[in-house]
């Protein structure tokens, strides 16, 4: 069975940056599309970014995130850059395989001064 383990959370300060890392137990080449997803506290969970043969990002971290994928390391980054207090959220990547979704533990993020 797949699993997803993230990492690189942690407290930053407003404008500051962090790089998450999703890892997979198995190769991601056969995977399409892997996607970062959040949710905040009190919120329901939101889709973050994506990337397959492209990216695409939620309106609110365009021009501030970055999504990507190293296959031979089966790991996902996203990169986060000029962070905000409303970037303070749990962040889980995710992919679909043979229709099932996986999802990894979550890694928190907490961007306070």
């Known amino acids: 069975q797949l699993q997803l383990v993230e990492s690189g959370g942690g407290l930053v300060q407003p404008g500051g940056s962090l790089r998450l890392s999703c890892t997979a137990s198995g190769s991601i080449s056969e995977m399409p599309a892997m996607y970062w997803y959040r949710q905040a506290p009190g919120k329901q969970r939101e889709w973050v970014a994506l990337i397959d043969s492209g990216t695409n990002y939620a309106d609110s971290v365009k021009g501030r995130f970055t999504i990507s994928r190293d296959n031979a390391k089966s790991t996902v980054y996203l990169q986060m850059n000029a962070l905000k207090s409303e970037d303070t959220a749990v962040y889980y990547c995710?992919?679909?395989?043979?229709?099932?979704?996986?999802w990894g533990q979550g890694t928190l993020v907490t961007v306070s001064s």
């Open positions: 995710n992919t679909v395989r043979a229709g099932i979704p996986y």
